[in-house]
């Protein structure tokens, strides 16, 4: 059996300054550097360069948090992968429910965008998750399901051996009413989700990450359900001292195998 994934993923939205962005990683220094948990940090476009350079010493891999899905051209605010991997950035987060709700990504759109960004060699965090008013009619499954069909038809059988191996491609299940509202949801519900997620997705060994108003004291109970494998993490992430905190519960939790 492989080792089993823990993978922390810090989501900084539009928030921090440059100055702010090197505080954060002067901050974490090297504590956390060889620990076993997969350590990602994914700020602005303007602090890209910046978190690079500051995070050298950390561990922390940095991701956009978006990603083109077209090689280049006339796309006017838009960033592309070769842009991306110029810089030195590892990943993308894709599909995030803010850029869904206010920018009008789709489904279609957010698959178009992680095919791309796989193919030219860019790790992918792909968000998924139902808004409140589809968990209360009770369609979380049929919209997880929908989420996912073309995930599972299209992207899966495009993942090579190394990029299974690296996990490169890995699921955020963020329901919507749980971002930024201090509603997490409760182990049974994650439980529920990310069973049901495991079985659409099969054999292939995908992390599979919760998000949704993460913290320190809610995540061990999280982090250590079935088919979790860590956290997609936006306000709690912010800060260095959370950001440890976080991870020191994440590196302690027994994560599920993949
Ligand atoms: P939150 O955000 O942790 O602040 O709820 C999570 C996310 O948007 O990925």
Redesign the pocket.
């Known amino acids: 059996m492989k080792p089993s994934p823990k993978v922390l993923?810090g989501?900084w939205?539009m928030f921090k300054t440059r100055a702010e962005t090197r505080n954060f990683f002067e901050t974490v220094g090297d504590q956390i550097r060889a620990s076993s948990v997969r350590k990602i940090a994914a700020p602005s476009p303007t602090l890209l360069d910046t978190a690079l350079q500051a995070s050298a010493s950390t561990g922390i891999e940095i991701f956009a948090q978006n990603v083109a899905w077209a090689e280049s051209g006339a796309f006017t605010g838009e960033t592309s992968a070769a842009q991306l991997l110029d810089l030195g950035v590892k990943g993308a987060?894709i599909g995030?429910?803010?850029r869904r709700q206010y920018f009008g990504e789709t489904d279609a759109s957010a698959v178009k965008r992680a095919l791309f960004a796989l193919s030219q060699g860019l790790h992918v965090i792909f968000?998924f998750g139902e808004k409140i008013e589809e968990r209360q009619s009770g369609k979380t499954q049929a919209v997880i399901r929908e989420q996912l069909a073309p995930v599972v038809a299209q992207i899966l059988p495009q993942l090579n051996s190394t990029q299974l191996a690296t996990q490169a491609f890995m699921l955020?299940y963020?329901p919507v009413w749980?971002?930024?509202?201090?509603l997490?949801a409760t182990p049974d519900q994650v439980r529920e989700a990310h069973g049901f997620i495991a079985s659409l997705i099969g054999s292939t060994p995908l992390p599979i990450l919760y998000?949704?108003?993460?913290?320190a004291d809610n995540f061990g109970g999280l982090a250590s359900l079935p088919h979790v494998h860590g956290?997609?993490?936006?306000?709690?992430?912010l800060e260095a001292k959370s950001y440890l905190q976080l991870h020191e519960v994440l590196d302690k939790a027994t994560p599920a195998q993949l």
Do not use: Q, W
């Open positions: 993923a989501n939205k987060i995030h429910s803010e968000c955020a963020e749980a971002i930024g509202t201090g997490v998000g949704g108003s993460v913290k956290g997609l993490v936006g306000g709690a992430s």
